[in-house]
C-alpha cells in the first residue's frame, strides 16, 4: 500500500511539473487575438483533464492549484494568483461536475471549464475595479473560452486514449 501511495505522490508531480511546463509553454507564445487582451488557450488544461477522468476531483485539484501557485509565484504577481485561482475554482468545480453527472463529453467538459474559467477572471475583475461593465466582455471571453475548450477538450481526449491502459 506504501509504495503505490508513492508511486501516486511521483506521478502527480510529474503531471504538476507538466503542467507548469505547458504554463511556461504558453507564456512564450504569441498572442493569439492581439486585439483581445487575456486570451490564452490553456495548455495546461490538458493536464487537468487527464486527472479529472483518470484520478477524479482531488487529484486534478491539488495539481490545479499548485500550479496555479507556482505560476503565479514564478511569472507573476499576487493579481495573477487571485485572478487565476477564481478562474481555477469555478471551472474545474464545473468542470468535475459536468463529468460526474456525464452531461458532456471531455471536449463538453474542457469547453465549461474554459468559459467559467473566463468567468471566474471576469467576476474578479468586477470586485476589484467595483464596475459592472467589464461583464461585457464576457461574450467575447465566452467565444474564445469555447474555442480554446475544443483544442484543449480535443488534446485531452486523445491522451486519454492513449493512457488509456495506465492508471494514475
Known amino acids: 500500500m506504501k509504495k503505490e501511495k508513492i508511486t501516486r505522490m511521483a506521478v502527480l508531480g510529474l503531471l504538476t511539473t507538466m503542467a507548469l511546463i505547458l504554463s511556461y509553454v504558453e507564456s512564450l507564445l504569441p498572442p493569439i487575438w ?17 486527472l479529472l477522468y483518470k484520478s477524479g476531483y482531488k487529484a486534478a485539484a491539488t495539481v490545479s492549484f499548485i500550479r496555479v501557485f507556482l505560476v503565479a509565484l514564478l511569472f507573476g504577481s499576487m493579481m495573477t494568483f487571485a485572478y487565476s485561482l477564481a478562474g481555477a ?30 468567468l ?19 461574450i467575447v471571453l465566452a467565444v474564445t473560452g469555447t474555442v480554446a475548450g475544443v483544442f484543449i477538450g480535443l488534446a485531452g481526449s486523445l491522451l486519454l486514449r492513449r493512457l488509456e491502459k495506465f492508471n494514475i
Do not use: E, W
Not at 471551472?91 to 471549464?113: D, E, H, Q, Y
Not at 471576469?122 to 466582455?137: K, S, W
Open 89 to 118: 475554482v469555478l471551472s474545474l468545480t464545473l468542470m468535475a461536475l459536468c463529468k460526474r453527472f456525464n452531461l458532456f463529453s471531455p471536449v463538453g467538459v474542457s469547453i465549461v471549464g474554459g468559459v467559467t474559467h473566463n
Open 34 to 50: 492581439a486585439a483581445v487582451p487575456g486570451i490564452k488557450i490553456g495548455l495546461p488544461n490538458i493536464i487537468i483533464i487527464l
Open 120 to 138: 471566474g477572471q471576469i467576476l474578479v475583475a468586477i470586485a476589484l475595479f467595483d464596475t459592472v461593465q467589464l461583464g461585457y466582455y464576457m
